[in-house]
Nanobody
Framework: VQLQASGGGSVQAGGSLRLSCTAS????????VGWFRQAPGKDREFVAA????????RYSGSVKGRFTISRDNSQNTVTLQMNSLKPEDTAVYYC????????????????????WGQGTLVTVSS
């Protein structure tokens, strides 16, 4: 499956952005999807994940309550709605996919995912 992340940009603190991850090449509903981010000089970190049918979601503690992950399998798209953005949310955001439904405890691990998009830059200014 090929993944294309889009929707990044620059926004002031407190603002919102919506990221999209669009898939092609395979039946998207067969894949669980995660979002990760990497800030300059830091390791890649988990942001959010969603199961194949969209019935299960997981968030990192730093974004829970501010970000919402959802999916539309008919459109082969996973969306990350980001509200109340903070300067520390500044990073390149990547979407990733894995076939099937991995155990919930593994959703936060980047090694769980087999396919990665190219990343989209989010910059939040104070």
């Amino acid at each position: 499956v090929q993944l294309q992340a889009s929707g990044g940009g620059s926004v002031q603190a407190g603002g919102s952005l919506r990221l999209s991850c669009t898939a092609s090449g395979h039946t998207f509903s067969n894949y669980a999807v995660g979002w990760f981010r990497q800030a300059p000089g830091k390791d890649r970190e988990f942001v959010a994940a969603i199961s194949r049918a969209g019935t299960i979601t997981r968030y990192s503690g730093s974004v829970k309550g501010r970000f919402t992950i959802s999916r539309d399998n008919s459109q082969n798209t996973v969306t990350l709605q980001m509200n109340s953005l903070k300067p520390e949310d500044t990073a390149v955001y990547y979407c990733a996919a894995v076939r099937g439904n991995p155990v919930l405890s593994a959703l936060w691990l980047s090694s769980t995912y087999d396919y990665w998009g190219q990343g989209t830059l989010v910059t939040v200014s104070s």
